[in-house]
């Protein structure tokens, strides 16, 4: 059974920092790109950040420079550090596979950046 755990959101203030976590289980995680996605309130869910199997990384321009997308293959687990982090980052964020169907939908972990 497939299974993503996200958590480490929160409330913080403009500037600060947060690192999420994604636990996968019920999944080839290794051979999988992996992604972070993102839903505002009244908006559509975006990737913002995807880590391939052999590593490398893409993100979206509006966090490109403050967001850090890794991977531990070992413990079947995605990590975003966010750095920097502004009001507009807003949103309750979840992972999940890049290419393919998607898997089911993990409950997400909010993040609240206050002004």
């Known amino acids: 059974q497939v299974r993503l755990v996200e958590s480490g959101g929160g409330l913080v203030q403009a500037g600060g920092s947060l690192r999420l976590s994604c636990a996968a289980s019920?999944?080839?995680?290794?051979?999988?790109?992996w992604g972070w996605y993102r839903q505002a309130p009244g908006k559509q869910r975006e990737l913002v950040a995807t880590?391939?199997?052999?590593?490398?990384?893409d993100y979206a321009d509006s966090v490109k420079g403050r967001f850090s997308i890794s991977r531990d293959n070992a413990k079947n687990t995605v990590y975003l550090q966010m750095n920097s982090l502004k009001p507009e980052d807003t949103a309750v964020y979840y992972c999940?596979?890049?290419?393919?169907?998607?898997?089911?939908w993990g409950q997400g972990t909010q993040v609240t950046v206050s002004s």
């Open positions: 019920g999944v080839a995680f290794n051979i999988n790109a």
């Open positions: 999940n596979r890049k290419e393919g169907v998607r898997y089911s």
């Open positions: 880590i391939r199997s052999g590593g490398s990384t």
